[in-house]
């Protein structure tokens, strides 16, 4: 039977699958809620978004996804309080670069109440997917694809827009060692490495295959011209601390403006932590390594939090990182994590009440 909710048509699952999920113990995205979002873009125009029962989708081989890669994605999360309310973080963020991604991809824009009011009642409908336990959350996952078909090297005239949800634990067990690369490239100027592009995260693969044959988990990516200067990582932006300085790489065409990271920089500054957004070579982060100055690094992103770094590995040469007892990355995990779980103030605003 369909109901409406928030003027959305609603037609729930028969049954649901929420029994058979053993909530103490969550993979990351790997099993998803009983319903999603859809919406499609078809005759020049988004029609109005249903919330379905989880299901595959039925697309034709000459698809354009399948050939062009016309493909774009965000990542988010709902957090549980201890009173059962829920909360997102930063979503208009979220919903503007989902805009950003498209126009790059030559996808027709998303109107912005879609995006949240047709979260927000994918929400409702699942709330009882979005687990309470300590650094699990609801993953929720809203990508855009060229549905519509034809060789054509060109854009489709279709598209599907979906938010499907997996209640989720950490993405990382434990620290991460990473590789500096030298060889392959992300992204170049001029390209698409600011768009959350599917193609970006395929391209990644192969260079990351041949770091874990080496035992490092992710690949920090260097500037496309001269490997130099450190980027960001496979699925998270980069932080380095030098002495008692925060730095990390400045945001171009080359990078994913994280919403983490733009978080960090505010709740560091706030700590009275010094901050510098700048060019960091790899040269300067071996040399510290190599004196001592290099304290910490760590990943920022939405599946990753924030995430310690071990050790990193440059010119066949591994670098370990000090064991630090009050390491900015705990202190500033902390400040994240209670904003977004709603257990501290919210001096920034960033926390939005769904339900
Ligand atoms: N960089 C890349 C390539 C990512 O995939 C992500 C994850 O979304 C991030 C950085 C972090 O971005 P955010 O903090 O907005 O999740
Ligand atoms: C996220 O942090 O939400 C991402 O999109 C990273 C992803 C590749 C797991």
Sequence with gaps: ???????????????????????????????????????????????TPKVVPYQPITLDPSSKIF??????????KAYKDEEGSVWLFRPLENQKRLNISAKRMAIPELPEEYFIDGLTTLLQVDKEWIPQNPGSSLYIRPFIFASGNG????????????????PSGAYFSGKVKVLIE???SRSANGGVGYAKAGGNYAGQFYPTQLAKVKGYQQVIWTDDNTHEYIEEAGAMNIFIRINDTLLTGPTSDRILDGITRKSILEIAADEGIKTEVRKISVTEVVKAAKDGSLKEMFGAGTAAVVSPISGFGYQDTDYELPELENSYSTLLKKRITDIQYNRAEDKFGWRHKVL
């Design 182 to 184: 030298e060889k392959y």
């Design 67 to 76: 050939h062009y890669g016309q493909s774009i994605f965000e990542g988010m």
């Design 151 to 166: 060789f054509h090297a060109s854009p489709a005239d279709e598209y599907k827009f979906i938010i499907a949800t997996a």
């Design 1 to 47: 039977m369909n109901v409406q909710l928030n003027n959305i048509t609603v037609q729930k699952v028969k049954s649901s699958k929420i029994n058979e999920v053993d909530f103490s113990n969550l993979a990351f995205g790997s099993v998803f809620s009983d319903h999603m979002l859809e919406c499609t873009y078809k005759n020049g125009v988004w029609e």
